[in-house]
Nanobody
Framework: QVQLVESGGGLVQAGGSLRLSCAASGRTFSNSAMGWFRQAPGKEREFVSA????????NYADSVKGRFTISRDNAANTVYLQMNSLKPEDTAVYYCAARPGVVRPTTPQLWDYWGQGTQVTVSS
């Protein structure tokens, strides 16, 4: 069992930066792939980024490549999402997710554990 709590969301102007954190509890964190998803009003939840359990492998949605960076600190049971050059279309609730193993699917339904989400609003 993994429990996830996101933080770091807020209101930022276009071009600005935010760093999201996801604190995890549970014995399986270090053996779990971790991911970030987002959901804008009226839209489906979409994949943003994911990282392998050792942090050696990452993947990103095309829309955030070159602007967002995912990382993790297994000693601190925390995964991060550094978001730079933010755009108004990045506005959404951002969710942290976890799943045991090495696979990092982009489909939300294939992830096992979810946080409650943190709001990111980017003004133009």
């Amino acid at each position: 069992q993994v429990q996830l709590v996101e933080s770091g969301g807020g209101l930022v102007q276009a071009g600005g930066s935010l760093r999201l954190s996801c604190a995890a509890s549970g014995r399986t964190f270090s053996n779990s792939a971790m991911g970030w998803f987002r959901q804008a009003p009226g839209k489906e939840r979409e994949f943003v980024s994911a990282i392998s359990w050792r942090g050696a492998s990452t993947n990103y949605a095309d829309s955030v490549k070159g602007r967002f960076t995912i990382s993790r600190d297994n000693a601190a049971n925390t995964v991060y999402l550094q978001m730079n050059s933010l755009k108004p279309e990045d506005t959404a609730v951002y969710y942290c997710a976890a799943r045991p193993g090495v696979v990092r699917p982009t489909t939300p339904q294939l992830w096992d554990y979810w946080g409650q989400g943190t709001q990111v609003t980017v003004s133009s």
